[in-house]
Structure formats: structure tokens, C-alpha cells
């Protein structure tokens, strides 16, 4: 996709959504990290339930090591990979208290440091808690980046990276956002919403006359 249809899809999207953000309830950087960490593999809604639940209980690194293991693990058992979330998070919050004084760091190595925390995780930390433009690219944002044409790319980092080298500047910090709720609405897996979709003309998917 040339520079021209980049600049009017991410034109088009924001003027769809103006204002985009992540659909996990949160309060502050902590309470993002942990729902982002409960967010693998499983949806934002099912998070938001059970974080509805444990962020009044506990919301910080030591408020949770204090609930310990049994009762985290009541909280959010409705989430899959419930046990190992668990062990991840209460490693977390330990390793906040002694390195970072139980503050979220805005750096993506220290982040990449935290038991539980890969690249995607750090990136939709700098990015929505911090502001960074960065690209979390997760599996909506792959398929979108790859069937658009908008940045093609065999692997995730692939796709990352030609994202932040073709995204313009204006629309670098929001594009994470759009690229999910787009992916997640509209360019859906199984049969994209073609009909419906604000970027159609624009987009290179072969199949997108027929897909509905």
C-alpha cells in the first residue's frame, strides 16, 4: 500500500473514532499491566469481569502480594491459564516493589524484565499508559496489517516494525487502537465486514467483493 492510502486509512479510522483506547478497565498503569498480563489469550470482556472483582480488593504490587496466592487465584479463575497468570503476576509485583518502588516503568527493557510481560505487553504499556507510539501488534492487528496490504509481514515483529516505518507520524500514537477495534469489528477472521468497512476502497484484499 502506497504512502497516499496509508495516510487516508489512518485519516479515515480517526475520523471514525476520534478518540480510541484500549476496552480493558483500568485506573492506573498497575491496574493495565495486570489486565493486559490476565488479557492473553483470553477476551477484554471476560478481564473486565474479573478485574471488576480484584482491582477493589487489590490494586497494587503490594496489596496483591498481601492477597497472596489462593485468593488471586478465586479471583480470576474464570480467565484461562489462570494458574500461571497467577504465579506471573505475584512475581511482578514482587519485582516492582525491589527494583522500580512498586511503580510501573515506563522503559521497555525494565518492562520486558517483568515476569509475564513480552514485547506486546511492554508496547500497550508505553503506549496507552505512557503515550509512546508504539505498535502492539496482536493477532487482530496482523491479520488487518497483512489482508489490508497496509503492512505485510510474515511474522509479528515483521509487521511491527514496517508499521512503525509506513504509519504517519500524526497517527502513530492512535493507530495501535484503531487497527484492534478495526480488526476486532470489521476485518473480523472468519468473514470480514466488507459492506460496513470505512477503508473498502482502499484496502488490497483480493477477496473483499466477496466476501459477504
Not at 498503569?29 to 489486565?35: D, K, Q, S
Not at 496482523?142 to 516505518?165: H, I, S, W
Request: hydrophobic content about 40%; glycine content about 4%.
Amino acid at each position: 500500500m502506497d504512502s497516499l492510502k496509508i495516510h487516508q486509512l489512518f485519516a479515515r479510522l480517526q475520523a471514525a473514532c476520534p478518540r480510541p483506547t484500549t476496552e480493558l478497565h483500568y485506573h492506573s498503569p498497575f491496574e493495565l499491566l495486570v489486565a493486559v498480563i490476565l488479557s492473553a489469550q483470553s477476551t477484554d470482556k471476560k478481564v473486565n469481569e474479573a478485574t471488576s472483582k480484584l482491582f477493589p480488593a487489590a490494586n497494587t504490587p503490594q496489596a496483591l502480594l498481601t492477597m497472596g496466592e489462593i485468593r488471586l487465584k478465586e479471583l480470576i479463575k474464570t480467565i484461562g491459564l489462570y494458574n500461571t497468570k497467577t504465579a506471573n503476576i505475584l512475581k511482578m509485583c514482587k519485582l516492582l516493589l525491589e527494583r522500580h518502588k512498586g511503580e510501573v516503568p515506563n522503559d521497555r527493557i525494565a518492562l520486558e524484565a517483568l515476569p509475564g510481560v513480552g514485547r506486546k505487553t511492554a508496547n500497550v504499556i508505553l503506549n496507552t499508559a505512557f503515550g509512546e507510539p508504539a505498535i502492539a501488534v496482536d493477532t487482530h492487528i496482523f491479520r488487518v496489517a497483512n489482508r489490508t496490504g497496509l503492512a505485510p509481514g510474515k511474522t509479528v515483529r515483521d509487521v511491527e516494525d514496517t508499521l512503525l516505518a509506513a504509519t504517519p507520524d500524526e497517527f502513530k500514537q492512535d493507530a495501535h487502537h484503531w487497527l484492534i477495534l478495526h480488526g476486532r469489528y470489521i476485518c473480523t477472521a472468519r468473514k470480514p465486514n466488507c459492506p460496513t468497512c470505512p477503508i473498502r476502497d482502499l484496502c488490497e484484499y483480493p477477496g473483499k467483493n466477496e466476501a459477504f
